[in-house]
């Protein structure tokens, strides 16, 4: 009887995806001083809506909403970095740049890495995630176009209490090197 | 057998062991809600839990802790979040918002998870009480019978209760009347 129920939950288990939430750490105090400029950003609710799935360990994968849960983590950089932050509803929305006064609208797209070293849990242990900015002024213009990539990792020991530590890693790692752009880019001031 | 060894030792070593809650993100839309609610600087004070009972959460015989230290702790640490991000916090100020967990209920049931939350939230103005209400939270998402699945859906699915929590206390009318400018 047990070696039948091992068997079903095997079949049920094998080559499933398992959900984790990706979490930066954004609980750093801000200690830069804000830029007075309005900008803005837009994230699609199509791309907010994928589900994104990649390697773990023990051949089975890791599935998560990279862009949705990241967003999060980039508003708050662009928020430590600038007094006033607005969200778009479009893309290249002219119009609304216009009216509000921004003066830099902040694209980004997520893409993502992963894989696990174990044989034996699910979890992943090493993630990559990549932001690739772009920025563009109110003509419409791109004044920023740029890929930042962040890397985590974590022991088998860590992500058996924390599923989801080596991506919250890379995604903490990749803020901060946006928010190190936005500090130190002139064109983005 | 890769499966079978892998599922064996994950049950093995998921059982009866304690594993992290996801940390507490804001959403865009509550910090900018809070922004522009018209809310004076506040204060967070220590929160409570009703019954020691509250702190402790189970999946599956699974202890879900709170990366905080306890749950009292995360809603706390979720309306400083919060209100730090909104540029609204001020541990200095006269008006201060003090929270008591009275329900942190998490049920992993095979077709769909269900988590609720309460707490009763009060504020201060230099020591007086202008406001107590409590405030609940629901949420449900996809569950599954396998438990590792459904045990991380649960452990996805808190920090979002706990944000629906805070969205449901910065929408209430009387709360913000009592925080306003």
């Known amino acids: 009887m047990k070696k039948l129920l091992c068997l079903i939950s095997v079949v049920l288990i094998s080559g499933c995806a398992h959900n984790i939430k990706i979490t930066p750490e954004t609980t750093a105090a801000n200690t830069q001083a804000k830029s007075a400029t309005v900008v803005g950003y837009y994230v699609s609710a199509a791309d907010k809506a994928i ?9 089975d994968k890791v599935s998560y909403q990279l862009t949705k849960d990241m967003e ?12 006033t932050v607005k969200v778009l509803e479009a893309s290249h929305d002219a119009q609304k740049m216009k009216a509000d006064g921004i003066t830099l609208v902040f694209e980004p797209k997520f893409t993502s890495t992963s894989s696990g070293s174990s044989l034996l849990i699910w979890p992943a242990d090493k993630f990559s995630i990549t932001v690739q900015c772009k920025a563009y002024n109110q003509t419409g213009a791109l004044v920023l176009d740029k890929a930042f990539t962040g890397q985590g990792t974590a022991t088998n020991g860590e992500v058996l209490k924390d599923f989801s530590l080596a991506a919250n890693r890379a995604a903490t790692d990749v803020l901060a090197q946006v928010k190190k752009e936005l500090a130190s880019n002139a064109s983005l001031k | 057998m890769k499966k079978l060894i892998s599922f064996a030792m994950f049950v093995m070593l998921l059982s009866g062991c304690s594993i992290m809650a996801p940390g507490y993100t804001p959403s865009v839309k509550s910090v900018q809600a809070i922004k522009t609610s018209g809310s004076a600087p506040v204060a967070v004070s220590k929160a409570t839990v009703a019954k020691a009972s509250l702190n402790s959460v ?12 306890d ?18 916090l001020d541990e200095k100020s006269v008006l201060v918002i003090g929270s008591q967990l009275t329900k942190n209920d998490m049920d992993v049931a095979m077709g769909t998870g269900k ?21 609940t939270a629901h949420e449900e998402w996809e569950s599954s019978f396998v438990g590792a699945i459904a045990i991380p859906n649960a452990m996805k699915a808190y920090p979002t209760l706990v944000n629906t929590l805070v969205t449901n206390l910065f929408k209430d009318k009387d709360f913000l009347k009592s925080i306003s400018k």
């Open chain 2, 58 to 69: 189970s999946l599956r015989g699974n202890s879900l802790k709170s990366p905080y230290g």
């Open chain 1, 72 to 83: 999060y983590g980039f508003f708050k950089a662009l928020n430590d970095s600038y007094e």
């Open chain 2, 115 to 135: 988590g609720d939350l309460a707490a009763v939230f009060t504020v201060t103005k230099a020591g007086k009480k202008i406001f107590e209400k409590e405030i």
């Open chain 2, 71 to 88: 749950y009292s702790s995360y809603i706390e640490q979720a309306l400083k979040k919060e209100l730090t991000d909104a540029g609204l």
């Open chain 1, 51 to 59: 589900k994104n799935t990649t390697p773990g360990g023990g051949g």
